[in-house]
């Protein structure tokens, strides 16, 4: 079975901070997909990134960052000097390759991460 | 385009009644899932369906039916509402047979039984 870590269930940080939100992750699998979603007080959820087992490679995307070690099980993101429009809730998401059953699409998630960035 | 759909957006019930949750995509999307939403557990998957005419269970599945007859309907309903079905709920869909595609998410459903 899949597992999915957030061990941060809290962080306050004042605007233009830095701060990274962690996420480990388990799986046996060799292949799977990894995915951030941000959850605004108005509560929707919405996709920030999705990155493949195979793809190392570091994200940037305007002030978002995301590092994957798989050395560490690990897919951290990181917000660059933060805005009071990214509070919210950031979950961090897994999910399988399909080669092994229809369930692979479906996605195991973190308890999330509450971000609170205050003026 | 509406994307996902679910109806109602809130709702309060009393223990032991029953009731559906709509959830309707227009994307022509062959993957559906009910996800709920619990404080601190993230999201859990109840049931999902890779098509219609074929559903299956997920991690959280008793107290919960589904059904799917069309590609773009996938209600999920409760049989006999208890307190420990409060949760705000989440209809998503993808557009394929492929987990490198991410899932569309209703903007959910927060469920309240007394």
């Known amino acids: 079975a899949q597992k999915v870590t957030q061990a941060q269930t809290e962080i306050s940080v004042v605007e233009k901070e830095d701060v990274t939100l962690d996420c480990v992750y388990e799986t046996r699998d060799t292949t799977y997909y990894l995915f951030w979603y941000k959850q605004p007080p108005s509560g929707e959820l919405v996709f920030l990134i999705r990155r493949n087992s195979f793809d190392e490679q570091n994200e940037i995307s305007g002030r978002y960052s995301w590092n994957f070690q798989k050395s560490t099980s690990s897919f951290n993101f990181t917000i660059t000097a933060s805005q009071v429009v990214d509070s919210a809730v950031y979950f961090c998401?897994?999910?399988?390759?399909?080669?092994?059953?229809?369930?692979?699409?479906?996605?195991?998630f973190g308890g999330g991460t509450r971000l609170m960035v205050k003026p | 385009n509406a994307g996902v759909t679910q109806t109602p957006k809130f709702q309060v019930l009393k223990t032991g009644q029953s009731m559906t949750l709509q959830c309707a995509q227009d994307?022509?999307?062959?993957?559906m899932s009910w996800y709920r939403q619990d404080p601190g557990m993230g999201l859990r998957l109840i049931h999902y369906?890779?098509?219609?005419?074929?559903?299956d269970q997920g991690e959280v599945p008793n107290g919960y039916n589904v059904s799917r007859s069309t590609t773009e309907d996938f209600p999920l309903r409760l049989l006999s509402a208890a307190p420990s079905q409060t949760s705000v709920y989440f209809c998503?869909?993808?557009?394929?047979?492929?987990?490198?595609?991410?899932?569309?998410f209703g903007d959910g459903t927060r469920l309240s039984i007394l």
């Open positions: 994307m022509n999307h062959e993957y």
């Open positions: 998401a897994l999910s399988l390759g399909l080669q092994f059953n229809n369930a692979g699409n479906m996605l195991t």
């Open positions: 998503a869909s993808s557009p394929r047979r492929d987990s490198n595609q991410p899932q569309h």
């Open positions: 369906s890779v098509g219609a005419g074929i559903t």
